[in-house]
RNA sequence: GGCCGAAUAGCAUAGUGGUAAUGUACCGGAUUGCAAAUCCGAGUACCUCAGUUCGAUUCUGAGUUCGGCCUCCA
């Protein structure tokens, strides 16, 4: 039975979908003016493994993840470019997708962007002004009014009278209290505009979740997730603005992943301490950066370094292993492996304790096939393999996992195998100075090579 | 200042009221022409102090250290 770490209770929960077998889940996607970070990257690799394993578990899930395309950074960033607001967010996007795909990270179900749902915005910013939730400042702007939100802070655990003697929250006299937050921003010359009731403007943040979430999946809907950061303000405003308009409930089970940190410092834009993800794939496969990411459970802070994405590869390379070469199989008998798997996944999903489980497997597999034959582990391969798949690992063909393919200055296949041909020829001569001597050649040129029982293989370093 | 979270071997991560798991590194052995990979084995890891308990790394309290949110953030 699957329980779930929820924000709002702070604590696990058994998890009950609003209807049988569905799972109606949305998460807070990217801001697009710049290339994803390894932080990012997280967010997609948690929230994908949550989807991918919902679905393994019989649940019909409909995921929905926003883009936020219109906001300060993206204004600020278009205009530093010279370049129109929409040619810069496009681009991002398909950067987005990109990094995505090379991670193994499923597209949602649906990726709404904030400026195709203005008008759910406005209906909703209406129905706050009628109800008497929000109002009209000053300088026009629309405010939300907190001290009308009774649940106020639930979710992030805070008092509004703790909020406010908070000594970073700014005095801002348009506002009737300093914590009311925006809901539209009257348009600045020069600025994108849509026409609004109560004036030109644009949306603020938070609005676009509650809007897109409830046109998407329902005034009420079962999981909402984020970065941590985002559990304050973004998510209790979320909360305000959407529970304000329907009167009843929002959303039954709130996840929030940790940061990934850098020498023991949250890795963000403002700190300028980030690596984006296309960065890191210089040196690492998406595969081991996937495999870091899951590592640790998604809710711990998780640190990053080139002696972590090492240990990664070395890891992975032991489960390719143990699945290299295996024959092919039919499904896997019932094994207590599954069980421990399941359990270990079920347990708010904790990806650590189930790759234990895929380590096991695989010391598993490596015996029998040292005692007894190739052929008697397979179904176990097959096993392995189909569990890593559930976490979007061990998708590879091993053998391509290996060889990889050759740089544009390095030996083709052909060249190597041509080379330990060579070594081999020397080998049965017993000419072992000729045959380490190539062995050395390879491994200068990033090739490995592994004598075993049938035969010689090898891989690219 | 308010609110939250964390501290487990050299490193990284799980977990548990009673033999502390997994990867990696290191050491010994098997295997190998030598390696690599693999297998077997060893290694005195639960921040400090107090409390509850037959028994605490785990529960409670205090402390120390680190991190996060309170301002844009994943």
Same mark, same amino acid.
């Given at each position: 039975?699957?329980?779930?770490?929820?924000?709002?209770?702070?604590? #696990?929960?058994?998890?009950?979908?609003?209807?049988?077998?569905?799972?109606?889940?949305?998460?807070?996607?990217?801001?697009?003016?710049?290339?994803?970070?390894?932080?990012?990257?997280?967010?997609?690799?948690?929230?994908?493994?949550?989807?991918?394993?919902?679905?393994?578990?019989?649940?019909?899930?409909?995921?929905?993840?926003?883009?936020?395309?219109?906001?300060?950074?993206?204004?600020?960033? /278009?205009?530093?470019?010279?370049?129109?607001?929409?040619?810069?967010?496009?681009? !991002?996007?398909? /950067?987005?997708?990109?990094?995505?795909?090379?991670?193994?990270?499923?597209?949602?179900?649906?990726?709404?962007?904030?400026?195709?749902?203005?008008?759910?915005?406005?209906?909703?910013?209406?129905?706050?002004?009628?109800?008497?939730?929000?109002?009209?400042?000053?300088?026009?702007?629309?405010?939300?009014?907190?001290?009308?939100?009774?649940?106020?802070?639930?979710?992030?655990?805070? #008092?509004?009278?703790?909020?406010?003697?908070?000594?970073?929250?700014?005095?801002?006299?348009?506002?009737?209290?300093?914590?009311?937050?925006?809901?539209?921003?009257?348009? #600045?010359?020069?600025?994108?505009?849509?026409?609004?009731?109560?004036? =030109?403007?644009?949306?603020?943040?938070?609005?676009?979740?509650?809007?897109?979430?409830?046109?998407?999946?329902?005034?009420?809907?079962?999981?909402?997730?984020?970065?941590?950061?985002?559990?304050?303000?973004?998510?209790?405003?979320?909360?305000?603005?959407?529970?304000?308009?329907?009167?009843?409930?929002?959303?039954?089970?709130?996840?929030?992943?940790?940061?990934?940190?850098?020498?023991?410092?949250?890795?963000?834009?403002?700190?300028?301490? !980030?690596?984006?993800?296309?960065?890191?794939?210089?040196?690492?496969?998406?595969?081991?950066?996937?495999?870091?990411?899951?590592?640790?459970?998604?809710?711990?802070?998780?640190?990053?370094?080139?002696?972590?994405?090492?240990? =990664?590869?070395?890891?992975?390379?032991?489960?390719?292993?143990?699945?290299?070469?295996?024959?092919?199989?039919?499904?896997?008998?019932?094994?207590?492996?599954?069980?421990?798997?399941?359990?270990?996944?079920?347990?708010?999903?904790?990806?650590?304790?189930?790759? /234990?489980?895929? !380590?096991?497997?695989?010391?598993?597999?490596?015996?029998?096939?040292?005692?007894?034959?190739?052929?008697?582990?397979?179904?176990?391969?097959?096993?392995?393999?189909?569990?890593?798949?559930?976490?979007?690992?061990?998708?590879?063909?091993?053998?391509?996992? !290996?060889?990889?393919?050759?740089?544009?200055?390095?030996?083709?296949?052909?060249?190597?195998?041509?080379?330990?041909?060579?070594?081999?020829? =020397?080998?049965?001569?017993?000419?072992?100075?000729?045959?380490?001597?190539?062995?050395?050649?390879?491994?200068?040129?990033?090739?490995?090579?592994?004598?075993?029982?049938?035969?010689?293989?090898?891989?690219?370093?």
């Amino acid at each position: 039975m699957l329980h779930i770490y929820n924000s709002l209770t702070r604590q #696990k929960e058994v998890f009950e979908p609003i209807q049988p077998r569905q799972v109606r889940m949305y998460v807070c996607g990217m801001t697009v003016y710049d290339y994803c970070h390894l932080g990012h990257a997280r967010v997609m690799v948690v929230f994908d493994t949550v989807y991918r394993y919902l679905k393994t578990s019989g649940y019909a899930v409909e995921y929905v993840r926003n883009i936020t395309d219109i906001d300060d950074k993206i204004i600020k960033r /278009a205009a530093e470019n010279g370049e129109p607001i929409d040619a810069l967010t496009q681009r !991002f996007i398909d /950067a987005m997708h990109e990094d995505e795909d090379s991670l193994s990270v499923l597209r949602p179900d649906a990726e709404p962007r904030a400026t195709d749902n203005i008008q759910e915005m406005l209906a909703m910013i209406q129905t706050l002004l009628d109800k008497g939730i929000a109002y009209q400042g000053k300088n026009g702007d629309v405010y939300y009014d907190v001290s009308q939100f009774e649940g106020y802070g639930k979710l992030s655990g805070r #008092k509004l009278d703790d909020l406010r003697a908070g000594e970073r929250v700014a005095v801002d006299e348009v506002k009737d209290d300093p914590l009311d937050f925006v809901l539209w921003k009257a348009s #600045k010359p020069g600025d994108p505009a849509w026409d609004a009731p109560w004036g =030109a403007g644009r949306p603020g943040w938070h609005i676009e979740c509650s809007a897109m979430s409830q046109k998407l999946l329902g005034d009420h809907f079962d999981i909402h997730g984020g970065g941590s950061d985002l559990q304050f303000p973004h998510h209790e405003n979320e909360i305000a603005q959407s529970e304000g308009c329907t009167g009843h409930k929002h959303v039954n089970y709130w996840m929030h992943n940790g940061f990934i940190r850098v020498n023991d410092e949250k890795m963000s834009k403002s700190l300028n301490n !980030f690596f984006t993800i296309r960065e890191v794939l210089k040196d690492y496969k998406a595969a081991e950066v996937r495999f870091f990411i899951l590592n640790s459970h998604y809710r711990s802070q998780l640190n990053y370094g080139t002696d972590q994405l090492d240990a =990664a590869r070395a890891s992975l390379s032991r489960l390719y292993t143990a699945i290299r070469g295996l024959p092919e199989s039919g499904p896997a008998a019932y094994t207590d492996y599954e069980n421990r798997f399941i359990a270990a996944m079920d347990d708010d999903f904790n990806t650590p304790e189930a790759m /234990a489980v895929l !380590f096991e497997l695989a010391g598993d597999i490596n015996r029998i096939r040292k005692t007894q034959s190739d052929a008697s582990a397979a179904a176990l391969g097959a096993l392995l393999q189909r569990l890593g798949n559930v976490l979007g690992l061990l998708q590879d063909d091993p053998e391509s996992w !290996f060889k990889g393919s050759a740089n544009a200055d390095g030996l083709s296949d052909d060249a190597i195998e041509t080379l330990i041909q060579q070594r081999l020829d =020397a080998r049965t001569a017993k000419q072992w100075a000729e045959s380490d001597r190539i062995r050395d050649e390879l491994k200068a040129q990033g090739v490995l090579l592994e004598d075993g029982a049938g035969g010689t293989t090898w891989k690219r370093a």
